[in-house]
């Protein structure tokens, strides 16, 4: 089966992935900010080369709202 090439700038099968000023910009519009906590712990994810799943584990064990 014959797949044709991606168009650049086109999403790809699993869709498209934003950096993370790109998502920043788009949570101010919704009044969403980093408090300087969360951007410091997301700043040691990548000094320490956190992987996804323990950056999800650890954001919602430390973040998350009792209740959601």
Known sequence: MHVPPRRPGSPGP???ILGRAAF??????????????MRETMERFDHDGVDAEDRRSQIVARFAQPGR
């Open 14 to 16: 699993r869709g498209v």
């Open 24 to 37: 920043a910009r788009i949570s101010a519009v919704e009044g969403i900010e980093l408090t300087p906590e």
